[in-house]
């Protein structure tokens, strides 16, 4: 099959590939072989198709696979740890095989010397019990003696072992501190090597593909961890951006009501205005045309308009109706006597208004 026929969520696409690479593919031919691959599909335009798709991210894919990184990371750790004491644990027990050694080496000479001198002693006993005509006596201590040098036989290949022992203990010695080449742990895949082995043998190492694949898995979780904090600081950036454009519209759409509800109050007052204007020119109306039909009153010509307003207001908030009142308000604003005013020019324009 080609990727140009299928699907990314066909059933045969290894989905560890499309998301990052395949754990069967990269542990092939190691120590730690997984065995091949279920999904036999492993084809670069299906992973691109996938990582451009509008479901990117959101199959599940990414969290099997993160899972399955950590559990194989987890796992190399655990021997890391277990490789790195099982080194202390070495060092530590062939220092003190050492001490062992020479304790259980002195005791057995020291036991194999008292029976060689017992059966020194058994051996002049039987010579002397042979000269002496007593046979009895005689095989006695020779029987004594040949027990005795069998204990010895044996005690000597004890110390023979022992010596074997002792020398394995000094060849695995050797091997971890030879010289200069201390082992050490690989803190990538948890193999023993040495630290200060040949260079071309720590390149060979570096570039094995057991070495390579604990790498990859370490560089991917790495990089997935990266990418979910990108996509998290990400979210809350973009809500912190759309509370503040929310804040921004409710702050318009207040300004935008504030200056409506301005609008309105000036509208309101200006409306106000023109009513107490029109009542205003309605009362003086009214109490002009009484007034202009008081008897007496005969026309004049308006010199001012600005002082018959002002008057005609006086007169209205006085209430008076006719001449006589008139004249009491005019002299009481003027403070002159209403004789002095020209009363019948005022009444003409308070007549000349309600025309």
């Known amino acids: 099959l080609k990727g140009s026929t299928i699907d990314f969520d066909h059933p045969d696409v290894c989905r560890d590939f499309l998301v990052g690479f395949c754990l069967a593919e990269a542990f092939r031919n190691t120590k730690n072989d997984l065995g091949f691959c279920p999904y ?56 003190v095989s050492e001490e062992v050694y020479d304790k259980k080496k002195k005791d057995l000479i020291e036991k194999r010397e008292m029976l060689g001198r017992r059966i020194e002693g058994l051996m002049e006993e039987a010579e002397i019990e042979g000269a002496q005509g007593n046979v009895a006596a005689a095989q006695s201590a020779v029987q004594k003696a040949d027990e005795l040098t069998r204990q010895r036989s044996e005690l000597q290949k004890e110390e023979e072992t022992l010596e074997l022992e002792r020398q394995r203990a000094i060849t695995m010695e050797d091997q971890l501190t030879a010289g200069n080449k201390q082992m050490q ?96 020119d309605r009362d003086r109306k009214r109490w002009v045309r009484s007034i202009c039909a008081a008897p007496g009153v005969r026309a004049a010509e308006i010199a001012t308009e600005k002082s018959g307003v002002q008057m005609i207001d006086a007169l209205v908030a006085t209430g008076a109706t006719d001449a006589k009142g008139v004249g009491r308000v005019i002299e009481k604003i003027t403070k002159k006597r209403a004789r002095e005013i020209d009363l019948v020019f005022t009444l003409y324009f308070l007549k000349h208004l309600c025309t």
């Open 40 to 95: 036999p599909i492993h084809d670069e335009a299906l992973k691109k198709r996938y990582q451009e798709s509008s479901r990117f991210g959101r199959l599940g894919y990414e969290d099997k696979y993160f899972e399955r990184l950590n559990r194989m990371h987890n796992e190399v750790r655990r021997k890391i740890e277990k490789n790195e004491a099982r080194l202390v644990h070495t060092r530590a027990d062939t220092h």
């Open 185 to 280: 742990v690989c803190q990538v895949c948890g193999c023993f090597m040495l630290t200060n082995d040949a260079q071309s043998r720590i390149d060979d190492h570096l570039s094995g593909k057991l070495h390579i694949a604990y790498t990859r898995i370490k560089e991917q979780i790495d990089f997935m961890m990266r990418t979910k904090e990108e996509k998290k600081l990400q979210l809350e950036k973009d809500h912190t951006r759309g509370k503040e454009d929310r804040d921004k519209k409710r702050d318009h759409r207040d300004r935008d009501d504030d200056k409506d509800r301005e609008k309105e109050r000036d509208r309101k007052e200006r409306e106000s205005r023109r009513d107490r204007s029109r009542d205003r």
